[in-house]
């Protein structure tokens, strides 16, 4: 899911900013749906053009041809003043998961700022997800592309313009999903409540590598939607990186502060 804000001066938090929004799905459905909650005004841009419950408009660009998407990029990302990417890829051989989670972003990434946007919200990895399974031939390639599009944010943002999302198992909705994996809200809602709790939390902590991730709690689609909220508003000033759900919880509860 890609988003952004319409250009409205220095500050991004102005109610009325324009965002655009990268990616659609059960994360692109709570995103546009949060965005507009705190006042911005959100175009959604997926490969199918699908409008989005909130978005003020959609429209369809496929980041797998990239010279087609450059230029309609150019176009969506007019007068935006923040974009939020949740595009990824989990499934299929390396190099499919690499393009997927590295080079669509990175073209994301390289559009905006020419287009002269502010801002840039992505939604990553948790930290601790690639620590352990990045040490196996699992997923390598998905683990690649999320390295290369946060390098590439960095590269083309300055800290205080750029804002990571970095959950580990997000859970949503009412169907249950294999690609990408996600438990439906009501499961998720009992596993968060488990995992979550003191002593096991205590735990994981102490816990190695792998039995962390085991234990490691799930965080809403919604959490880390306003998260992302957050980020684009520029209303949580903790730090311009949340990994892992204490901190995307902890990003998500100053938009409701705010």
Same mark, same amino acid.
């Given at each position: 899911?890609?988003? !952004?804000?319409?250009?409205r001066g220095? #500050?991004?938090?102005?109610?009325?900013a324009?965002?655009g929004?990268?990616?659609?799905?059960?994360?692109?459905?709570?995103?546009?749906?949060?965005l507009? =909650?705190?006042g911005?005004?959100?175009?959604?841009?997926?490969? #199918? *053009? =699908?409008?989005?419950?909130?978005?003020?408009?959609?429209?369809?660009?496929?980041?797998a041809?990239? #010279?087609?998407?450059?230029?309609?990029? /150019?176009?969506?990302?007019?007068?935006?003043?923040?974009?939020?990417?949740?595009?990824?890829?989990?499934?299929?051989?390396d190099?499919?998961?690499? =393009?997927?989670?590295?080079?669509?972003?990175v073209? %994301?990434?390289?559009?905006?700022?020419?287009?002269?946007?502010g801002?840039?919200?992505?939604?990553?990895?948790?930290?601790?997800?690639?620590?352990?399974?990045?040490?196996?031939?699992?997923? =390598? *390639?998905y683990?690649?592309?999320?390295?290369?599009?946060? /390098?590439?944010?960095?590269?083309?943002?300055?800290e205080?313009?750029?804002?990571?999302v970095?959950?580990?198992?997000?859970?949503? !909705?009412?169907?249950?999903?294999l690609?990408p994996?996600r438990?439906?809200?009501?499961?998720?809602?009992?596993l968060?409540k488990?995992? *979550? #709790?003191?002593?096991?939390?205590?735990?994981a902590?102490?816990?190695?590598g792998?039995? /962390?991730?085991?234990?490691?709690?799930p965080?809403?689609?919604?959490?880390? /939607?306003?998260?992302?909220?957050a980020?684009?508003?520029?209303t949580?000033? %903790?730090?311009?990186?949340?990994?892992?759900?204490?901190?995307?919880?902890?990003? %998500?509860?100053?938009?409701?502060?705010?």
């Open positions: 899911v890609f988003g !952004g804000m319409r250009r220095a #500050s991004t938090a102005a109610r009325g324009a965002v929004f990268i990616g659609m799905g059960i994360m692109g459905a709570a995103m546009s749906r949060a507009a =909650r705190a911005a005004r959100v175009t959604t841009i997926s490969r #199918s *053009g =699908r409008d989005a419950t909130g978005a003020r408009e959609a429209r369809a660009v496929d980041l041809e990239a #010279s087609a998407a450059r230029e309609a990029l /150019a176009e969506a990302l007019r007068d935006v003043d923040c974009v939020v990417s949740c595009v990824g890829v989990i499934g299929g051989d190099e499919a998961m690499r =393009r997927g989670n590295g080079d669509h972003n073209l %994301a990434i390289e559009a905006a700022k020419k287009a002269g946007v801002r840039f919200v992505y939604v990553s990895v948790a930290s601790v997800v690639p620590d352990v399974v990045g040490k196996t031939p699992l997923m =390598r *390639g683990f690649e592309g999320k390295r290369d599009a946060e /390098a590439c944010l960095r590269e083309n943002y300055a205080g313009d750029y804002f990571i970095k959950p580990s198992f997000i859970y949503g !909705g009412d169907a249950f999903s690609t994996p438990v439906t809200k009501t499961y998720g809602d009992v968060a488990v995992l *979550g #709790s003191g002593p096991v939390k205590a735990l902590a102490k816990a190695p792998p039995i /962390a991730l085991t234990l490691a709690e965080v809403s689609v919604e959490d880390v /939607a306003g998260a992302c909220v980020g684009a508003m520029g949580y000033s %903790a730090s311009n990186v949340v990994d892992g759900t204490d901190d995307i919880k902890k990003a %998500a509860a100053a938009v409701a502060a705010a």
